[in-house]
């Protein structure tokens, strides 16, 4: 199975700041990762696919981006509405497997 | 596009349960689905995957214990969950696959499952 390591698994920050998450694969999955956000007693939403592509009404200041195995998720400018719990999910092949998340919470 | 859980509960060790997902908004004979679980604090976990023309496959965890199956004419997604264990204690979510865009880009608003003696 693909293991994808994320980190950090907490990340405080201020508002305003420009935050980086990044998911590292086990195995080469190419650009099929994706990032989904969720907030308490939500469903996760999702915010990049494609490694590097914006879902549509996710906010320009989410970007993605892919160096080798390593997937990034940046946030420009924090905005409180981002807190929550971010996950990538690789769905190269089965079965599927999800990071363990990363918390992003004021600092 | 709407996804509608139900069918959780508290269950007893060994015991089974079935979960539904109730689609309406799209063609649901055309879309595959997914069902993802998390446990109660902890990280999301995909469960199963079945196509729109019934293939299946399933995590390692839940492999020949938990079914996933669909009804075309009645718009719904199961997931029969037998032997259940204390760690299959989780919200169970149902999501829509389809194009490669949108693959995950709906859910449902998930369904509690407890298994407790």
């Known amino acids: 199975d693909i293991q994808m390591t994320q980190s950090p698994s907490s990340l405080p920050a201020s508002l305003g700041d420009r935050v980086t998450i990044t998911c590292r694969a086990s195995?080469?999955?190419?650009?099929?990762l994706r990032w989904f956000q969720q907030k308490p007693g939500k469903s996760p939403r999702l915010m990049i696919y494609?490694?590097?592509n914006l879902a549509a009404g996710v906010p320009s200041r989410f970007s993605g981006s892919r160096s080798g195995s390593d997937y990034s998720l940046t946030i420009n400018s924090l905005e409180s509405e981002d807190m929550a719990i971010y996950y990538c999910?690789?769905?190269?092949?089965?079965?599927?497997?999800f990071g363990s998340g990363t918390k992003l919470e004021i600092k | 596009v709407q996804l509608v859980e139900s069918g959780g509960g508290l269950v007893q060790p060994g015991k089974s349960l079935k979960l539904s997902c109730s689609a309406s908004g799209f063609t649901f004979s055309s879309y595959g689905m997914h069902w993802i679980r998390q446990a109660p604090g902890k990280g999301l976990d995909w469960v199963a995957y079945?196509?729109?023309?019934?293939?299946?496959v399933y995590a390692d965890a839940v492999k020949g214990r938990f079914t996933i199956s669909r009804d075309n004419a009645k718009n719904t997604l199961y997931l029969q969950l037998n032997s259940l264990k204390s760690e299959d204690t989780a919200i169970y979510y149902c999501?829509?696959?389809?194009?490669?865009?949108?693959?995950?880009?709906?859910w449902g608003q998930g369904t509690l499952v407890t298994v407790s003696s």
């Open positions: 079945i196509s729109s023309s019934s293939g299946t």
């Open positions: 999910l690789q769905h190269n092949e089965y079965p599927l497997t």
């Open positions: 999501a829509r696959a389809g194009s490669y865009v949108l693959w995950f880009a709906y």
């Open positions: 494609g490694a590097t």
């Open positions: 195995q080469d999955i190419g650009n099929y």
